[in-house]
């Protein structure tokens, strides 16, 4: 650790003991206890990576207990109400915590997945601490939750993840996914549609027992979204790395090939040689792609198998682009030339506007270093543990300003953590 990033150690200590749950045989944290007092998927991935830097024993944990709760099909929820404090503490966050069970299982789980970076969070505390009895307790569930994804997920047919509600982005209202829901950013109607299009969606969904086959028929909303799917392809060669720890060969080729395919895939299908980027294909029926650029374009670069002539496409024309991504706060989700000019609603909704999220300033850095721009990964990583070290721990930030925005001690800037190596 350097010494002079003792401050945002300290901080992120402070806020993650805030945010801590170690109840009834469960360790995680909460996004943030207020806002937040449940267990969310991918948001205890970043938690485990984070807690790499300050306690690794409870890294280990809190994957156990996530991983704990896929389900017997495979499904890892996006979030489970997990009894805790925060909200035993303020009765009325049960009654909020209520209203919203009404759209979950009777444990208490969402039927929404996320996107697995708990896979790769996994792979880095293996790494670190070398337990194989931890990764036995865990490598079944870990094994089922992505075979979901795999087997019941390809509803296009071409190996690619669809997504059945945009919540399972983790990018809830990103401008990308505005095609898909039939949502046009300059109407005054859509804009109140799409304050509750989540909701009904959800429930029209949940009416269908959340089945893969019967949604894509329905095609209210299919997306073969890149988050997701960037993230898998990810996740699954870390757990082909994983494999012949657990004495597994088998899912080490298995996982291997199909990132490859989903790889292929997605240069085959995603890429827009013109636009120089990746989008997300929609449309069960009739595929076609959104062609709306967000940070999301640029996340193959996180998946360790794109194309080098077309990662030096999305570097040289997007990212280190001043008048797209690469400008005084770094980085955009929503860079400079879509954003200007968009509605000021865009602006109250979370990843529609102005807005810096430091899990994919996190992606990115990782990609750029693998991909050979060190100084540049560098330079991202050290205005975001300039900005998070001055303002504190945030939902995300305004990328105008880098003021911090919407929740404090938020824990995901915990992951600028992990960026001090770069
Ligand atoms: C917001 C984010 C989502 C996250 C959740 C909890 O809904 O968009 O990605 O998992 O908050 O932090």
Redesign the pocket.
């Known amino acids: 650790m350097k010494s002079d990033l003792t401050p945002i150690i300290s901080e992120a200590a402070r806020v993650y003991a805030c945010n801590e749950v170690d109840a009834g045989g469960y360790y995680y944290h909460m996004?943030?206890a207020g806002?937040?007092p449940s267990l969310?998927?991918?948001?205890s991935g970043y938690h485990a990576v984070t807690m790499l830097h300050i306690d690794p024993e409870k890294a280990s944990r809190e994957l156990e207990t996530l991983f704990a709760q896929v389900s017997l099909d495979g499904h890892m929820p996006?979030?489970v109400l997990l009894p805790c404090a925060a909200t035993r503490a303020r009765p009325w966050k049960n009654l909020m915590r209520w209203a919203v069970q009404w759209g979950y299982d009777s444990n208490g789980a969402s039927h929404l997945v996320?996107p697995p970076i708990f896979v790769y969070a996994a792979e880095r505390v293996f790494e670190q601490t070398g337990d194989r009895g931890w990764l036995a307790r865990i490598w079944e569930d870990l094994c089922r939750c992505l075979d979901y994804l795999l087997d019941e997920r390809d509803v296009f047919g071409d190996g690619l993840v669809a997504i059945l509600h945009p919540?399972e982005?983790?990018?809830?209202l990103s401008p990308q996914l505005l095609p898909a829901l039939g949502i046009d950013p300059a109407r005054r109607l859509d804009v109140l549609q799409s304050v509750f299009y989540a909701a009904l969606l959800y429930r029209f969904n949940t009416g269908l027992g959340w089945d893969p086959a019967a949604l894509a028929e329905a095609n209210r909303f299919v997306v073969e979204d890149l988050t997701m799917n960037c993230i898998t392809i990810r996740a699954l060669d870390s757990a082909a790395r994983l494999a012949p720890h657990a004495g597994d060969e088998l899912a080490a080729s298995r996982y291997r090939s199909r990132a490859a395919l989903m790889a292929e895939t997605m240069e085959r299908v995603c890429w827009d040689e013109e636009a120089g980027c990746y989008f997300p294909r929609w449309d069960a029926s009739k595929p076609r792609l959104a062609r709306v650029k967000t940070a999301a374009s640029l996340l193959p670069l996180f998946t360790g198998r794109c194309r080098p002539e077309r990662a030096g496409r999305l570097i040289a024309e997007h990212l280190l682009n001043p008048d797209e991504f690469w400008t005084e706060h770094l980085l955009p989700f929503n860079p400079h030339d879509e954003v200007s000019g968009a509605r000021p609603w865009v602006e109250k909704k979370?990843?529609a506007g102005h807005c810096i999220w430091v899990n994919f300033n996190w992606m990115i850095a990782i990609g750029l270093r693998e991909h050979g721009y060190a100084e540049e990964a560098r330079e991202l990583a050290r205005r975001t543990e300039a900005m998070v070290e001055r303002e504190g721990f945030w939902?995300y930030y305004d990328s105008r300003t880098g003021q911090g925005r919407r929740i404090r001690d938020?824990?995901?800037p915990g992951l600028s953590l992990d960026m001090t190596d770069m």
């Open positions: 996004p943030n806002h937040y969310f998927a991918w948001d996006h979030e996320d919540w982005s983790g990018t809830d979370l990843w939902e938020f824990t995901w």
